[in-house]
C-alpha cells in the first residue's frame, strides 16, 4: 500500500482511485502499515521522555522518565493509534450505511489507515517534546489528515462531490475526534494507574 502513497500526494483527486482497486484486490495490505507506522511516535516518545526531557507550564524545570515508565507511555500510544484507526473504520462503515457503496470493514480500515499517516508523521516531533514544536506540528498533521478525509471520502468511496458526501466525512470527521479522544485518555489512565493495584512508576529526579 505504501507504495502507492506518492500518487495520493502528487494528484490527491485521481490518487484514491488506485488505492481503492488495491484494497479490493488486497483486502489486508493495510496491516503492515497500521501495525509498523504507529510505531514512530510511540519510539519518539519513549526517546523524547528518557532522554530529552520537558517541562511544565510556568516551570523552566526538566523532567524525565525512567525507562519503565517511558516504555508503558510508549506501549499506551500504540494501541491509542491502533485502537483509533480500527474504530474509526467501524464509524465510517456505519455513517455510510445508508449508502449504496457501504465499505467493507477492511476498505474502510485502508481509508482511516491513510487518514491518519499525517498525524502519525507529525508525532515524530515528540522526539523534542517542546511545546513550540509538539502543538504546531500536531496541528499541521491533524490538518493534512483532515483535507485527504474530505478530498478523498468522494473518490475512495465511490460517492458524488455533493453536500450529502461533505455530511458524510463532517460525521466521520465528528467519530474520529470523539474516538482519539476518548482511546487516549482510557490508555493513558492504564498508564497513569497501573493495573498491579495503583502504583505509579516515580520519575527520575
Not at 139 to 167: H, V, W
Amino acid at each position: 500500500m505504501i507504495h502507492l502513497i506518492p500518487g495520493l500526494i502528487s494528484s490527491p483527486s485521481r490518487g484514491w482511485s488506485p488505492i481503492r482497486e488495491h484494497a479490493n484486490q488486497h483486502p489486508w495490505s493495510f496491516v503492515p502499515t497500521l501495525m509498523l507506522l504507529p510505531l514512530l511516535p510511540a519510539l519518539c516518545v519513549y526517546v523524547g521522555t528518557t532522554d530529552v526531557g520537558w517541562s511544565l507550564f510556568g516551570s523552566d524545570q526538566e523532567r524525565q522518565l525512567n525507562s519503565s515508565s517511558a516504555g508503558l507511555l510508549a506501549l499506551m500510544l500504540y494501541l491509542t493509534c491502533l485502537t483509533s484507526v480500527l474504530v474509526t473504520a467501524l464509524a465510517t462503515r456505519w455513517v455510510l450505511f445508508r449508502t449504496t457503496r457501504r465499505p467493507a470493514f477492511t476498505v474502510a480500515a485502508t481509508f482511516t489507515t491513510i487518514l491518519a499517516m499525517p498525524l502519525l508523521l507529525a508525532g515524530i516531533v515528540s522526539i523534542l517534546p517542546v511545546r513550540w514544536l509538539l502543538i504546531p506540528a500536531l496541528a499541521l498533521g491533524g490538518l493534512c489528515s483532515i483535507l485527504l478525509l474530505y478530498q478523498g471520502l468522494p473518490g475512495y468511496m465511490q460517492l458524488k462531490r455533493n453536500d450529502q458526501e461533505r455530511f458524510y466525512a463532517t460525521c466521520i470527521l465528528a467519530a474520529a475526534i470523539l474516538v482519539v479522544l476518548t482511546s487516549g485518555f482510557f490508555f493513558m489512565e492504564l498508564w497513569w494507574q497501573p493495573l498491579d493495584g495503583g502504583y505509579v512508576i516515580p520519575e527520575n529526579g
